[in-house]
């Protein structure tokens, strides 16, 4: 199997989060190797997604470099990363990738647009050799050995509307689409006033997250998946683990994960050489095919 990167270039404008001001996106192919590179072209700066230019885990996930960053990557990540994109550049002429309807499903669509085109060189992975585990008041996300790549997440909230909720998802493109994609970002209202406070928040509306008061959900046209909050927090997790630069092929487990959590799991993992090995997915890897064939056929 190949790298890949998109066939053409693709460009958007939308809202970001927390500033609330217009933001211009492009998408633009890379040449093999180069990775995920995000471009501020207000400032004339290049931020390569690595974790050692990861900055805030607060409200998001945010990467900077030289003065210049970029928050609320997260979406964007998760739907490169479930069509199998190694290489992109992102360029954005203000600090936050738009927010869309709080889900990563218009990326997709996006991606859809742009189509995919494979590379000359190997496509390479992270295979999990090992459990790793970042723990924190009871909260924890652990990576373990799995031939497959799947997701299984749990949260728990003193709130009738959300309470305790699970899903395990075994990756594919096209299950990513139905599954995990339409999910939206979510948030109580108290704490969206207290963003506003602070100057945040400026982008939130019932358009682009589910809000909460103390007695139900607010939005008039309600959920998308009865259990939409913790699919949301798979979709963060899977951007979040795109900062180790390559799919992984294991099980990402999680009780209550955070963006914090998951920029420390990636560190930990990668300080920890027993626990992963990089390898090349050829066309006889069973994992691979699993995991990335459906791309193909839904894409030209």
Same mark, same amino acid.
């Given at each position: ?68 960053? +970029? ?8 739907? !490169? ?44 992975? *992270?295979? *999990?050799?090992? !459990? !790793?585990? +970042? ?102 997790? *899977? ?45 006889? +890897?069973?994992?691979?095919?699993? +995991? ?9």
């Amino acid at each position: 199997m190949k790298q890949r990167t998109i066939s053409k270039s693709v460009e958007l404008v939308g809202i970001g989060l927390h500033k609330g001001v217009p933001v211009k996106m492009i998408l633009e192919p890379l040449p093999s190797d180069s990775g995920i590179v995000f471009y501020r072209s207000d400032k004339a700066i290049s931020i390569p997604l690595k974790i050692e230019n990861v900055i805030d885990t607060t409200m998001a996930t945010v990467i900077g470099k030289n003065g210049a960053k +970029v928050s609320t990557i997260e979406h964007l990540l998760s739907s !490169i990363n479930a069509y199998g994109i190694d290489n992109i550049r992102i360029i954005l002429d203000n600090e936050e990738v738009p927010i869309m309807d709080g889900s990563s499903i218009g990326f997709c669509m996006l991606l859809e647009e742009a189509g995919i085109q494979e590379l000359d060189k190997p496509k390479k992975a *992270i295979s *999990i050799n090992d !459990i !790793i585990e +970042v723990e924190e008041n009871g909260k924890f996300v652990r990576l373990e050995p799995n031939d497959k790549i799947t997701f299984d997440f749990t949260i728990k909230f003193p709130h009738q509307a959300i309470r305790e909720q699970s899903y395990k998802f075994e990756f594919t493109t096209q299950g990513y689409k139905e599954e995990i994609a339409k999910a939206r970002t979510f948030g109580f209202i108290q704490e969206v006033n207290q963003l506003r406070a602070m100057g945040l928040g400026l982008g939130g509306s019932f358009d682009n997250c589910i809000v909460l008061d103390e007695k139900g959900i607010l939005n008039s046209d309600g959920l998308r998946y009865k259990d939409e909050f913790v699919r949301h927090k798979i979709l963060d997790a *899977i951007g979040d683990m795109s900062l180790l630069g390559m799919p992984i092929i294991g099980g990402y487990i999680s009780f209550a994960g955070s963006h914090k959590l998951n920029h420390f799991l990636t560190k930990k993992l990668l300080d920890s050489s027993y626990a992963y090995s990089i390898v090349e997915l050829g066309d006889k +890897v069973k994992a691979t095919q699993k +995991v990335f064939a459906q791309t193909k056929a839904k894409i030209k």
